[in-house]
């Protein structure tokens, strides 16, 4: 809902928290998390675009404006250079005096990393931003370096950004250049994959404009600015080594695991209260072996680094940014080892659960669920803010 800028204001570390993910048809993909508090937010970014273009609408959901992805960029990628426009924006107050509190889950964790290095940059023309405007960052499961799952998916393993010829991946590309291409409005309004800056509709490019685009001459697949690539071990090792860890930032993460060693071998953790479609996941992970003739991903690469797993990213790389460099971080088995709270380090535990723990389906995670959730809202409120806290007025009262 709308955000009463009166309240945003009341006082600095009543921050906003802003929940990164996409819906699914409307329905609420954090099972109601953000019902939890008056000032949450869940911006619906596009499904399966780019990191770099969701980092660019986040920041035009929040401020207000129309979304600019940047000269250079929407040259290299074969996009428009404007998109969508948010009349007012959801946070349009946002700066270093009005921070917010981030919670991404999945690429989502990635998208605000993005983000930020981008507010640190002054990416945004007319935009006097900088890296205090972000004043925590909760990642849920986050792919902050990559995940062995892309390559079952149809990514090659060799390069990270090409896809196999024969794949769920090419048949699912095909489905929505179609469904782009035909562009029908009620559709596109109830299910938007987010490509509407890549102009695929039949009433820009034609009939010729759609062979083109199944041939892979045109478009987000061609161009490798889509979410896939992105996730691979390479796409992330790139995206990675632009990023920094902020030295006034708190970070904390959940990384989730669905497997345990039985003499001495990875095998899924438990194959009941596992649904069979993820325990399948969960296994085909737990056997990823890079191939013998594709150059490593990275310097140092295992495979059984990258076997524990929660059926859709491995565990390795949801704790903290690990590749091409390892960043400041502390694991937590305690809670009283995040007191006091530092920032600028990357504060993560282990949880046992799968990808999808913390979404979509609150009765399956139970208290756990309500504990999360009310723990990161907690945690930040009293703990992750720059100045001393100012004395707490009533609940009630602002």
């Known amino acids: 809902g709308e955000m009463p800028a009166r309240?945003?204001?009341?006082?600095?570390?009543?921050?906003?928290?802003?929940i990164c993910a996409q819906r699914l048809g409307g329905m609420s993909y954090f099972a109601g998390a953000e019902k939890k508090d008056d000032r949450v937010l869940v911006p619906d970014l596009g499904s399966l675009t780019s990191i770099h273009d969701?980092?660019?609408?986040?920041?035009?959901?929040?401020?207000g404006g129309q979304v600019d992805y940047g000269?250079?960029?929407?040259?290299?990628?074969?996009?428009?250079?404007?998109?969508?426009?948010?009349?007012?924006?959801?946070?349009?107050?946002?700066?270093?005096?009005?921070?917010v509190h981030f919670v991404g889950h999945s690429a989502g964790a990635q998208v605000v990393r993005v983000l930020h290095q981008m507010l640190a940059e002054k990416a945004f023309p007319g935009h006097d931003t900088s890296e205090d405007w972000v004043l925590s960052l909760t990642s849920l499961s986050g792919a902050l370096n990559g995940t062995t799952?892309?390559?079952?998916?149809g990514m090659l393993a060799e390069d990270?950004?090409?896809m196999k010829s024969i794949?769920?991946?090419?048949?699912?590309?095909?489905?929505?250049?179609?469904?782009?291409?035909?562009?029908?409005?009620?559709?596109?309004?109830?299910?938007?994959?987010?490509?509407?800056?890549?102009?695929?509709?039949?009433?820009?490019?034609?009939?010729?404009?759609?062979?083109d685009l199944l041939l892979g001459n045109t478009g987000p697949f061609s161009s490798g600015d889509w979410i896939l690539p992105d996730l691979t071990i390479q796409g992330s090792l790139k995206i990675n080594s632009t990023l920094k860890t902020f030295p006034n930032t708190f970070y904390f993460s959940y990384a989730t695991k669905r497997t345990r060693k039985l003499f001495g071998i990875t095998v899924p953790s438990s194959v009941l209260g596992v649904h069979p479609m993820l325990f399948l996941r969960v296994l085909q992970m737990c056997m990823w072996r890079h191939p013998q003739n594709a150059p490593l991903p990275y310097k140092g690469?295992?495979?059984?680094?990258?076997?524990?797993?929660?059926?859709?990213?491995?565990?390795?790389?949801?704790?903290?940014?690990?590749?091409?460099?390892?960043?400041?971080?502390r694991f937590v088995v305690d809670d009283s080892d995040c007191n006091p709270l530092q920032p600028g380090i990357w504060y993560h535990k282990i949880i046992e659960g799968d990808h999808i723990l913390f979404i979509v389906n609150r009765e399956?995670?139970?208290v756990q669920f309500d504990l999360l959730y009310d723990g990161i809202f907690e945690r930040c409120r009293k703990h992750a803010f720059r100045k001393s806290p100012p004395t707490m007025p009533n609940e009630a009262s602002h």
């Open 7 to 18: 309240r945003a204001h009341a006082f600095l570390f009543f921050c906003l928290f802003i």
């Open 54 to 63: 969701r980092a660019r609408e986040l920041f035009y959901y929040l401020k």
């Open 71 to 99: 000269v250079e960029h929407s040259q290299v990628y074969g996009h428009t250079r404007f998109g969508r426009i948010y009349e007012t924006g959801h946070y349009p107050v946002w700066d270093e005096q009005n921070p």
């Open 149 to 153: 799952r892309t390559y079952y998916d």
């Open 160 to 162: 990270g950004r090409s």
């Open 167 to 211: 794949c769920l991946l090419q048949l699912c590309r095909l489905g929505v250049i179609v469904y782009d291409w035909l562009d029908i409005p009620w559709l596109k309004n109830y299910y938007n994959f987010g490509f509407d800056h890549f102009e695929m509709s039949w009433r820009k490019v034609g009939f010729s404009g759609l062979v």
């Open 301 to 329: 690469y295992r495979d059984e680094d990258w076997e524990d797993n929660d059926g859709a990213l491995n565990t390795i790389s949801m704790t903290h940014p690990r590749i091409p460099i390892e960043h400041p971080n």
């Open 364 to 366: 399956r995670a139970g």
